[in-house]
Each structure stands twice: as structure tokens, then as C-alpha cells.
């Protein structure tokens, strides 16, 4: 008997797994709570029961392999009678760097394609732990670009205060899976795409992985250090060769040296045998990284970023959604451009404002509108009709309403 209701993830120990972040939210809307106060009570419930702590929600990083997933897991474990490890990378928490930089993307994305075939189906519709993993960018089933946000408002699908389903939008909840365009086929696989899928599909079997993989790879291989900083030093990242890659390291290696990633992470010494490269010729079909993630162009490249965000606006993104939707670190942002990152924080808090005034005013004017059939309707029903003719929140309707009630 567990203290909550049991969900299983779906497709476990396949390539269409689920993912931790998306059980979690199936979970929540199961019980009528949104995440966030899912996620809470379990934390209260294992403090008090197992005198264990675990951080809060927004300190976790949902589907990766920090520590604090780690102690998620043993909570949710407790709590459901389920072990959900298979939905998250914790395989390659004592193998990939300490910092899991390079391992889950920042912002949520997901495939129309597969949203679509989940509702036809009739079964709930639920995240692949594949688009979670950082670069990874094509449904290599419908051949389609993984969406970022909303094809109707825009708005971008990262709040974990949300009581939908995962195939509704938190803003404007309609279908996240509607108007599929031309403009998102993309018949050519992307740069690591089959390593990442192979990766999620056999993730289960790295428990014997070895320590320091790409060292083991390229030991034998004659000049090693001077062909990882001539055609991988933007990859390595510091031109050396670390104990603990990034993921995306580990991907990009696999790739550009045509390897099988498990192989390379449980044999690295066979892998190398196998890969039969001609290091000083590389052969044509030598498979690159794209630009935008070269180390020595990517700083240049989201400055000209920040500089479009702040001329094209409005509307402005914060400085946290700009980085989080071009992959870059906030506080790098921050310490690199501070004019930049400053002036677009005014422009973004300046529109927030105009735009909340205009709302205002636009409930204002629905309020006075429907004066005559307010005593016919319950407050619950008033204000859904003002929000829809208003485009204005809850809050700020009802609290124009209960304004206007308390006057004389």
C-alpha cells in the first residue's frame, strides 16, 4: 500500500522511455495538484517518515543525474513503490562531469508528430526522456524539429505549476501539437542524433562503464593531444582530454570517430581498435559539430542575440528565457555583457508593465460591459467571461471585481 497513486513510465528500458519530469507532472494531475505541490508534499512526507531530506523542486534537475535526482529517486521510491531511475541519465552520474553541464537541456521541447500519435492512440500523451537530452533536436520518427514553445501564444512550456495535461499549453491551453508546418520538416538527420538514441536505448547497460573513456580511446593513437586541439578542442572544451566529459563531449566523440557511444563508454579500448580512423587523413565523411557551438565564436554569436532582442522588441525576453532557449549560461551572460543583459532586464520590466496596464484597462471596459447581466452569473462565471473578452489573468479580473463590489 503506497502513500500516493502509482503511475507507471511508460515504455520503460526503450528508446520512447519517459521521462522523470513527465511522470511527475501525470502524477500531479492525477491527484488535482500542480508539481510543484506534488513535489512539495513529498518532501514534507519523507522528512517526517524517513527523516531524509530532499531539495526543493526547483533545485532539481529533473531526467539528469545530479545527486539530488539521486536522492528523488529513493523519495519517490519510498513514496510510490516504483523505481523510476530508468526515466533519468543516473547511469552516468560516476562517468560524465560533476556539473552536468552538456547533459539536460534548459527548456522543455517536444514532437507534435508524437503528441498527435499518443492522443489517435488513446493513451496519455508524455515526454520522451530524448528530448531532454542536450542537442538533441529531431524526431528521427516524423521528421520533425522538436518545438520550443507554443505554436498558438509563443510562450515558452517551463512553469511546473500547471494542472494540464502535457500536450496543453500552461498559457493559453490549447493543443501544443496543432499546425504542424512545412517549415519544421527536416528530412536530414542532426549532428550526433542516432548517438543519443543509442545512448537512451541502452543506457540501462553502462553499469560496468569505464573511468575516463575518451583518455582510454585515444591513448593509443599516435599525437593524440595535438589532433584533439586541432579538430576537437572546441569540443573538449579546455583542449585537454578530462577523466569526466561532458555528455555532449561524449556524443560529439562518438560521432566525429563514427563509434557505437555504449561501446565507447563500456570499452573504450575496443572501440578504439574498431574505429579504424587514419588520424593524420581524416576521411571526407568526417562528421562535424555546427558552429554555433564552437567555444571560440559562441560568446560573439549571443551577442549578436542580445543585441537582436533588444532591437526587434517588443515584445522582450528576459534575460533568463533569452538564455535559456540559446543554451547559454545566465550568470556568464550576466558577467560578460552587463550593459546588455541590464538593458534588455529594463526594456523586458518596462513592457511587463505597459502590458499588464493595458490588460487592466481592457477588464475595465469588459467589466462595465456586462454590468447589466453581472447579477444573473455567479463570480465564478463572470470572470471567465471578462478573462475571455479581456485577455486579462484571473487575478487581475477578480480583483477589479471585488473592487467594484465593495464600492457604493
Known sequence: MTRYFSLRPVALGALEVEC???????????????????????????????????PRCEELRWDGYSPNVTLAIEALRDALGVDLTGCTLLPLRNLCAANCIGSIAHSRSWCPGCFNDDIASGEPTYDRLLWRVQGYMRCSLHKLRLRLSCPHCGGCQTSDRSREELHVCVFCRQSLAAKVTRAEYAPRPEFGEDRVEALVRGISSIGAAKQQPIRTFLQDID????????????????????????????????????????????????????????????????ATRPS??????????????????????????????????NDFSHSAA???????????????????????????????????????????????????????????????????????????
Not at 556524443?251 to 574498431?274: K, M, N, W, Y
Not at 532586464?345 to 469588459?366: D, F, P
Request: hydrophobic residues 40%; positive net charge.
Open 223 to 286: 599525437d593524440a593531444d595535438k589532433y584533439v586541439a586541432k579538430h576537437l578542442g572546441d569540443i573538449i572544451h579546455n583542449r585537454r582530454l578530462p577523466a569526466k566529459p561532458q555528455l555532449t563531449t561524449l556524443i560529439a566523440v562518438a560521432t566525429h570517430f563514427g563509434v557505437d557511444v555504449i561501446q565507447l563508454i563500456t570499452d573504450p579500448a575496443e572501440a578504439a581498435r574498431q574505429a579504424t580512423l587514419n588520424i593524420k587523413r581524416p576521411p571526407k565523411t568526417r
Open 20 to 54: 522523470l519530469s513527465s511522470v511527475l507532472q501525470r502524477l500531479a494531475v492525477a491527484h488535482g495538484v500542480t508539481r510543484h505541490q506534488f513535489v512539495t508534499n513529498v518532501r514534507d512526507w519523507w522528512e517526517v517518515e524517513r527523516s531524509r531530506y530532499l
Open 292 to 325: 554555433s557551438h564552437l567555444r571560440h565564436k559562441r560568446t560573439a554569436w549571443f551577442k549578436t542575440k542580445l543585441e537582436l532582442a533588444i532591437q526587434s522588441g517588443p515584445p522582450f525576453p528576459s534575460t533568463q528565457e533569452l538564455c535559456r532557449n
Open 334 to 408: 550576466l558577467g560578460t555583457f552587463p550593459d546588455l543583459t541590464a538593458e534588455l532586464g529594463r526594456k523586458y520590466i518596462e513592457w511587463k508593465k505597459s502590458k499588464a496596464s493595458q490588460l487592466r484597462i481592457k477588464a475595465i471596459v469588459a467589466i462595465a460591459a456586462r454590468a447589466d447581466m453581472r447579477a444573473q452569473l455567479t463570480i465564478k462565471e463572470f470572470v471567465a467571461q471578462v478573462c475571455a473578452a479581456s485577455g486579462a489573468p484571473v487575478h487581475v479580473v477578480r480583483g477589479l471585481v471585488d473592487c467594484s463590489s465593495d464600492s457604493p
